[in-house]
């Protein structure tokens, strides 16, 4: 299996001749290698993102090998697994079908990644009061629109920013799992946000 | 792209302080929690959110700590083996043994020197 694993760029595996694959779903000339390639590509995060992130720290005059940048996309995917699965069993316990963001933050707390928590809970709680708030563009229509607009905005976002359906059986089951938090944000935030902060008090 | 305008606009330099909402890509995310296991079947929509952030910071971590044995080795390019000897010394990322064991061992690198040390101690 590793000899196969190709991250994220076109490979030079030999059987990945376009007309000898058996069966090829997309024609596109990235999916022509072959569809094990593909999955494997699937298993990993992308690697420049990958790499964007890890350059942030180390000093600029470091330098990072292939194979290390490799070793590390496999890591977080197997980060991701871990404690993906340590989430999905505490809902089976809890007979919940859908794991949503505390369980995660509680996988990772269990797991022994307290560190990570507390810029976890800031981030989603950033992300929840965004989600009631950017949804209209003109903020002086926001108060107006936005309990109009929160619902459609939900299935508008994760419609977009998501091409693959998490759930082929119920979508809206998953979108409406979610919870918006529509109410204001208070103007001292926990994050300096320039630009939001002046936004938010125009709004106050 | 009407999401791209705002949702970027508002997030970028905000949530992650970085250029763009999100540094790693949700629907990529959510397709490796699924193929973590088949009782994985719904997702809410904020988990890959909370993914995001957490492989950027596990990605800091464990890229700090290799290159902490990259310095120690006074090179400057980290290499798989500093990854790996990373992995070996930290606890938290015991889930990891096997797979930079793997990655190592297709004939290249030595087992880390800390668990021979420790052993034959």
């Given at each position: 299996m590793e000899d196969e694993i190709k991250h994220g760029n076109v490979t030079h595996v030999p059987n990945?001749?376009?007309?000898?694959?058996?069966?090829?779903?997309?024609?596109?000339?990235?999916?022509?290698?072959?569809?094990?390639?593909?999955?494997?590509?699937?298993?990993?995060?992308?690697?420049?993102?990958?790499?964007?992130?890890?350059?942030?720290v180390i000093p600029s005059n470091g330098k990072i090998s292939k194979d290390a940048?490799?070793?590390?996309?496999?890591?977080?995917?197997?980060?991701?697994?871990?404690?993906?699965?340590?989430?999905?069993?505490?809902?089976?316990r809890e007979k919940r079908k859908t794991i949503n963001g505390d369980d995660i933050i509680w996988a990772i707390t269990t797991?022994?990644?307290?560190?990570?928590v507390g810029p976890l809970k800031l981030y989603l709680s950033k992300y929840r009061?965004?989600?009631?708030?950017?949804?209209?563009?003109?903020?002086?229509?926001?108060?107006?629109?936005?309990?109009?607009h929160s619902e459609y905005e939900q299935n508008i976002v994760f419609n977009n920013n998501n091409n693959i359906n998490i759930n082929t059986n119920s979508n809206n089951d998953v979108y409406s799992s979610i919870n918006v938090y529509p109410s204001f944000v208070p103007s001292d935030q926990p994050f300096s946000l320039p630009f939001s902060s002046n936004s938010f008090q125009k709004q106050l | 792209m009407r999401q791209a305008g705002t949702y970027s606009g508002i997030?970028?330099?905000?949530?992650?302080?970085?250029?763009?909402?999100?540094?790693?890509?949700?629907?990529?995310?959510?397709?490796?929690?699924?193929?973590?296991?088949?009782?994985?079947?719904?997702?809410?929509?904020?988990?890959p959110i909370v993914f995001s952030k957490a492989c950027e910071l596990f990605i800091k971590e464990?890229?700090?700590?290799?290159?902490?044995?990259?310095?120690?080795?006074?090179?400057?390019?980290?290499?798989?083996?500093?990854?790996?000897?990373?992995?070996?010394?930290?606890?938290?990322?015991?889930?990891?043994?096997?797979?930079?064991?793997e990655s190592g061992n297709s004939g290249e690198a030595p087992p880390p020197l800390e668990l021979d040390t420790f052993a034959s101690s």
């Open positions: 990945k001749g376009s007309p000898e694959s058996p069966h090829v779903a997309c024609s596109d000339s990235n999916h022509n290698n072959n569809n094990s390639n593909n999955k494997e590509q699937d298993r990993f995060l992308p690697i420049a993102n990958v790499s964007r992130i890890l350059k942030k940048k490799e070793t590390i996309q496999e890591c977080v995917s197997e980060f991701i697994s871990f404690v993906t699965g340590e989430a999905s069993d505490k809902c089976q797991l022994g990644f307290e560190e990570y009061e965004m989600e009631g708030e950017k949804l209209i563009f003109p903020k002086q229509q926001r108060s107006d629109q936005r309990r109009q | 997030l970028s330099g905000g949530i992650s302080g970085k250029t763009g909402p999100h540094l790693l890509p949700l629907a990529r995310i959510k397709k490796i929690m699924k193929k973590s296991g088949e009782d994985v079947k719904m997702i809410s929509g904020e988990s464990l890229t700090q700590r290799s290159w902490m044995v990259t310095m120690q080795g006074k090179r400057r390019t980290l290499n798989k083996e500093d990854v790996a000897s990373a992995v070996m010394a930290t606890d938290l990322f015991d889930f990891l043994v096997n797979l930079v064991s």
